[in-house]
């Protein structure tokens, strides 16, 4: 018999909206709910990413912490499988590492932050 394991939950604030990065990464379209995370703000690099919704050039938003009340970054919220938050590592591997962050809402979550946060 195969272990279950419960879903986790995944908040995201950047590429991982994008239908094209979730169909790749994930193999299927996930449901969102709107959250927010005090204490962070978000920083934008370039990049090129062929999954992202535009070609060519565009943004990828980095979450950093700034500790101050005043900060906030407004999300989103799904549930991932433990085999979805490997494929999430993967993907996000060159730009940040999975955290345990509190949500406004009480709710515990993974998101993705720079090494250096």
């Known amino acids: 018999m195969a272990t279950s394991y419960p879903a986790q939950l995944l908040f995201s604030y950047g590429t991982m909206r994008s239908t094209a990065v979730q ?52 999300g989103f919220v799904c549930e991932v499988s433990e085999a979805e938050l490997d494929a999430l590592d993967n993907y996000e591997a060159a730009r940040g590492r999975r955290s345990e962050v509190t949500l406004d809402s009480g709710r515990v979550a993974w998101a993705y932050l720079p090494v250096s946060s």
């Not at 969102?32 to 938003?61: C, F, K, M, Q, S």
């Open 23 to 74: 169909l790749d990464t994930l193999g299927h379209v996930v449901t969102w709910e709107v959250d927010v995370l005090t204490g962070y703000t978000v920083d934008y690099l370039e990049i090129d990413d062929p999954r992202d919704d535009a070609p060519g050039i565009n943004t990828h938003a980095r979450m950093r912490s700034t500790g101050s009340s005043l900060d906030k970054v407004v």
